[in-house]
């Protein structure tokens, strides 16, 4: 409780900051969409873009997203890939949040119970660190990963996403940003977790390098 707490303290301070003290002009870069990030990833394949609900995508606050559920049918592996860009993170005077929300605090009212969290490496041509959780819900166990990831950085820890981001405007006027989530569905046979781990691993090394032109450098 205290960790958060004092995360959403120093966001609001910094928050007061930056939008008191170093102006409103932001900076958008310049980006391709979504649309065409490749449905193939060498022996990976997209079963089907997914369409968020209109409402979600305004409680978001994304400009862009994907999402996807990618499968290898001949050797075996199914993920579920999302990736929400946001071209700014702000509040408005209304209270509208175009910020990126961590995915800890939606899984509980989705149904799902995060059963173990720990922050790990990760190197798939961009060298950073990743939230890797276990979440269950009956007698279902998925493996998920997520980040944040802008201006080649591959952030875990929220309060450092936050001093990035008020860096970046205090320098560049940029705030864009995006949410990577892989989820990889745990078999219940012995070895269920390492397994799902091998295939992000696998899946990681093919998604991320055309990722670059969705969420720019």
Known sequence: MIPKLLTALLFIGLNFYAFNYLGRALTIPERVGFEAYPDTLDTWQCQGRQDL???????????????????????????????????KQTRSDSGKETLIHPPEHCLPGS???????????VDFGIPGEAKRVTIARGNLRQRVYFWYQSRGRVIARDHLKILHMFA??????????????????????????????????????????????????
Request: one cysteine or more; glycine letters at 10%; a negative charge.
């Open 53 to 87: 609900d209109e409402k979600v995508i305004r409680n978001l606050g994304v400009t862009d997203y994907l999402l996807c559920d990618y499968a290898r049918p001949e050797s075996g592996g199914l993920v579920n890939f999302y990736v929400g860009y946001h071209e």
């Open 168 to 217: 970046d405007r205090a320098l560049t006027g940029r705030t864009d940003g995006a949410l990577v989530r892989v989820t990889i569905p745990i078999d219940k046979s012995d070895g269920g977790k390492e397994r799902a781990d091998e295939t992000f691993r696998e899946f990681a090394m093919r998604a991320m390098p055309p990722l670059d032109a969705g969420v720019p450098r």
């Open 111 to 121: 149904g799902w119970d995060i059963v173990e969290s720990d922050i790990v490496p």
